[in-house]
């Protein structure tokens, strides 16, 4: 099992961005996939949660909803972030997970892959 995001970069304040999540071992359609972010000395935060096909509900944090959708592709065995309006304290390294279930929130992750850096500045 592997999960490996992408995507990420150095945009301005109110700029996008559109991060991956790419796995591989498994099969995307039977799980949640979760979006986490972790910014230097802040404690790790879920962005948002996908579920599987059968359900395809979807969950984002208050503190980006309106401006982070997710997605799943899952002929393509990817989930999707699309951020926009991004601001300063969005800034973290962005990661994903495997849920051990199909539906969000999971009733926990069990892989994580490794990240992929934002930086929203000026």
């Known amino acids: 099992v592997q999960l490996q995001a992408s995507g990420g970069g150095l945009v301005q304040p109110g700029g996008s961005l559109r991060l991956s999540c790419v796995a591989s071992g498994f099969g995307l359609d039977l799980y949640a996939i979760g979006w986490f972010r972790q910014a230097p000395g802040k404690e790790r935060e879920g962005v948002s949660c996908?579920?599987?096909?059968?359900?395809?509900?979807?969950y984002i944090v208050d503190s980006v909803r309106g401006r982070f959708t997710v997605s799943r592709d899952n002929a393509k065995n990817t989930v999707y972030l699309e951020m926009n309006s991004l601001k300063p304290e969005d800034t973290a390294v962005y990661y994903c997970a495997r849920g051990a279930n199909h539906f969000c929130p999971p009733v926990l992750y069990d892989y994580y892959g490794q990240g992929t850096q934002v930086t929203v500045s000026s």
């Open positions: 996908v579920s599987s096909s059968d359900d395809g509900s979807t």
